[in-house]
């Protein structure tokens, strides 16, 4: 802000206000803040995932298999034994349950990230417009000698947001007329006065969540999208895992 005084006790003038930045700070910014609501919701995802599994607990799924080997070692001590049999069937149908749970849990845990992805997924496409819009009006006010501190001030606090929704970088003032570009990857998502769309899908057979340009490519995400769109938790290794313990258990069986 610059100003001059118009006299004893006649207080100043404003002539100016100068728009103090610094792109490689605001770079550094943009980064930061991408990267910690990235850490923040693989926190959050991989937590629920933790609370999914149960462990350590006597309920959880180790417990439980220990039991059931355990149970198994009884029957072969004492084969006729109809109250040793009656408990190792108990035992196996608490752990195909706890595994059935499990993947269940694991199967929401997958669908509240991906819900999470196209939700925020909307926002990006909304503030990337917005972003553009700016553009355009800080172009519009530069060329005409007006002041754009105020405009770039509100293009700031919108690219931290997209930064923190998806991993943004930016490309400052390319054209030299006071717009930025926003990047994912090696893609503009904000060109000048113009933006993409990014659309997602979600997998109706794994539930994972899909991220394209308008050309069909992929997107490489970042920030919270990133993070919810890279923790696939496949529950079906679990319901494959069912199957393996039946069959060991069967061929235990045979041996004995």
């Given at each position: 802000m610059s100003m001059t005084a118009t006299g004893i006790g006649q207080g100043v003038v404003v002539l100016g206000v100068t728009r103090l930045d610094d792109s490689n700070a605001d770079a550094q910014d943009v980064s930061a803040q991408a990267n910690a609501a990235s850490t923040a919701q693989t926190q959050s995802v991989l937590g629920q995932a933790q609370a999914a599994f149960n462990e350590p607990s006597s309920s959880g799924i180790a417990s439980q298999l220990s039991n059931f080997w355990s149970q198994w070692d009884n029957v072969a001590a004492a084969p006729t034994d109809q109250a040793a049999r009656a408990t190792l069937l108990a035992s196996a149908g608490?752990?195909?349950?706890?595994?059935?749970?499990?993947?269940?849990?694991?199967?929401?845990?997958?669908?509240?990230?991906?819900?999470?992805?196209?939700?925020?997924?909307?926002?990006?496409?909304?503030?990337?417009?917005?972003?553009?819009?700016?553009?355009?009006?800080?172009?519009?006010?530069?060329?005409?000698?007006?002041?754009?501190?105020?405009?770039?001030?509100?293009?700031?606090?919108?690219?931290?947001?997209?930064?923190?929704?998806?991993?943004?970088?930016?490309?400052?003032?390319?054209?030299?007329?006071?717009?930025?570009?926003?990047?994912?990857g090696s893609e503009s998502l904000v060109q000048g006065i113009s933006s993409q769309v990014v659309t997602g899908s979600v997998s109706s057979i794994t539930g994972a969540v899909s991220l394209t340009w308008p050309d069909g490519s992929t997107v490489a995400a970042g920030g919270q999208i990133g993070a919810r769109y890279g923790r696939r938790l496949e529950p079906r290794p679990l319901r494959a895992l069912i199957v393996v313990v039946g069959i060991l258990a069967i061929v235990r069986l045979l041996t004995m």
């Open positions: 608490e752990v195909a349950s706890t595994f059935n749970q499990t993947a269940t849990s694991l199967t929401q845990v997958q669908a509240g990230a991906s819900a999470g992805a196209m939700t925020d997924l909307s926002e990006v496409n909304r503030e990337a417009a917005q972003v553009a819009s700016l553009n355009a009006d800080i172009i519009a006010a530069q060329g005409g000698g007006g002041n754009a501190a105020g405009l770039a001030d509100q293009r700031d606090a919108v690219i931290k947001q997209l930064s923190q929704q998806i991993g943004v970088t930016v490309r400052p003032d390319v054209a030299a007329n006071g717009s930025v570009d926003l990047m994912l």
